[in-house]
């Protein structure tokens, strides 16, 4: 079945770096994109980045923009996130998550949407002093 | 940025009776190509969230038919017919329409 394993988290100190790995089984990875999603404690979801299915598009949110790095290596199907510099603010749960996609009809053509349908069970990283 | 706004907070509710669930954004979210891209995502206690409902009512693979989404432009209501004490947990509203992508606040569904 299809599975997605987060590591790297930890504890570290305000100014420092992690690289979280999402280990992915199950399905063809390259044919997909993925997400990284975070949870503060006690707060709700953020999305953080996003990397299509062959790194040809890359998104972050504002927060993380010059800091954080998503990438992919399709050949050891794993999907990245380089955080440096991070703040006390970056401390939660993250989450990697796979884009499944269903074929749509539109107006004038068919088109195909893609949302998170297989999550990982999330990695927790703190950054305290 | 789009924003999220949904209602109530916290929701409780008997069991075998009918929980709604409403999500407005600040922005519409439907595409020149008819649909509304706005999904629903459920996180139980203790696991990570798994998804609900895409395209505004569309079930994802494997959800009962008890939980239907509906709505248009800014205005969505989630809804769980006849609640089982197993759908405890937050539900979240995404818009999934522009980047960066936004989540509600969230809906904790406790069982009275």
């Known amino acids: 079945q299809v599975q997605l394993v987060e590591s790297g988290g930890g504890v570290v100190q305000p100014g420092g770096s992690l690289r979280l790995s999402c280990s992915t089984s199950?399905?063809?990875?390259?044919?997909?994109?993925m997400d990284w999603v975070r949870q503060a404690p006690g707060k709700g979801l953020e999305w953080v980045a996003f990397?299509?299915?062959?790194?040809?598009?890359?998104f972050y949110r504002d927060s993380v923009k010059g800091r954080f790095t998503i990438s992919r290596d399709n050949s050891k199907n794993t999907l990245y996130l380089q955080m440096n510099s991070l703040r006390v603010e970056d401390t939660g749960v993250y989450y990697c998550?796979?884009?499944?996609?269903?074929?749509?009809?539109?107006?004038?053509?068919?088109?195909?949407?893609?949302?998170?349908?297989?999550w990982g069970k999330g990695i927790t990283v703190t950054v305290s002093s | 940025d789009i924003v999220m706004t949904q209602s109530p907070l916290s929701l409780p509710v008997t069991p075998g009776e009918p929980a709604f669930i409403s999500c407005r954004s600040s922005q519409s979210l439907l595409h020149s190509n008819g649909y509304n891209y706005l999904d629903w995502y459920l996180q139980k206690p203790g696991q990570s969230p798994q998804p609900l409902i895409y395209?505004?009512?569309d079930r994802a693979s494997g959800v009962s038919d008890r939980f239907n989404g509906s709505g248009s432009g800014t205005d969505f209501t989630l809804k769980l017919s006849r609640v089982e004490a197993e759908d405890v947990g937050v539900y979240y509203c995404m818009q999934a329409l522009q980047t960066p992508i936004t989540f509600g606040q969230g809906t904790r569904l406790e069982i009275k």
């Open positions: 990397i299509r299915y062959d790194g040809s598009n890359i």
């Open positions: 395209l505004g009512s």
């Open positions: 998550a796979k884009r499944g996609r269903v074929q749509i009809a539109g107006v004038t053509a068919h088109y195909y949407y893609y949302y998170m349908d297989v």
């Open positions: 199950g399905f063809i990875f390259s044919y997909h994109g």
